[in-house]
Nanobody, 124 residues
Framework: QVQLVESGGGLVQAGGSLRLSCAAS????????MGWFRQTPGKEREFVAA????????FYADSVKGRFTISRDNAKNTMYLQMNSLRPEDTAVYYC?????????????????WGQGTQVTVSS
């Protein structure tokens, strides 16, 4: 089992940057595929990005490709999401998640563990 805690959210102007962190408990962080999702009120949770156990393979939603970068540091049990060129439509609660496979990494059903979320607000 793994527990996940997100941090780094906040209020930023359009065009600005934020870096989210996801700290994991336990010794098995490196055995999990990790992902970021986001959700706005009244909408379903949306896939943002995923990273393989080793950090070598990464997958992004088209809406964030070229602006967001996912990474992980297995020695620190931490995953990151560097968000650049932020837009008002990026405003959401961002969640990190841990799962077993990259096969369906864009589906929330592929993840077993979730953090509590961190709010990102981008003003125009």
């Amino acid at each position: 089992q793994v527990q996940l805690v997100e941090s780094g959210g906040g209020l930023v102007q359009a065009g600005g940057s934020l870096r989210l962190s996801c700290a994991a408990s336990g010794r098995t962080f490196s055995s999990y595929v990790m992902g970021w999702f986001r959700q706005t009120p009244g909408k379903e949770r949306e896939f943002v990005a995923a990273v393989h156990r080793s950090g070598g393979s990464k997958f992004y939603a088209d809406s964030v490709k070229g602006r967001f970068t996912i990474s992980r540091d297995n020695a620190k049990n931490t995953m990151y999401l560097q968000m650049n060129s932020l837009r008002p439509e990026d405003t959401a609660v961002y969640y990190c998640a841990a799962g077993a496979t990259m096969f369906s990494a864009s589906s929330e059903h592929s993840y077993n563990y979730w953090g509590q979320g961190t709010q990102v607000t981008v003003s125009s």
